[in-house]
């Protein structure tokens, strides 16, 4: 590899990878819950039988909402390791 690619690196997976942690836990908190043969719907009519678009449209909004929430929950937790210590 050249000196220009170690370099640099991926904004997006950086991204990702900081927020590791608060996706792996808040995972078993939003979706996988007491009903967990359910699927969340939050785009109506976007259940197994509706069509491919509002699944997708779906899948795409509570993707959002689960990465929201866990870069939400990664500020609080440093926010609370800097306050504490």
Request: with cysteine; glycine share 4%; charged share 10%.
């Amino acid at each position: 590899s050249s000196r220009y690619l170690t370099e640099c690196h991926s904004t997006f997976l950086e991204f990702l990878g900081r927020n590791t942690l608060e996706t792996y836990v808040l995972q078993f908190h939003l979706f996988m819950n007491h009903q967990v043969q359910y699927i969340p719907i939050v785009v109506p009519n976007s259940g197994p039988t509706g069509p491919l678009q509002l699944r997708v449209l779906n899948m795409l909004v509570c993707g959002f909402i689960f990465v929201a929430f866990a870069v939400w929950a990664r500020n609080i937790t440093v926010k609370t390791q800097t306050t504490v210590t």
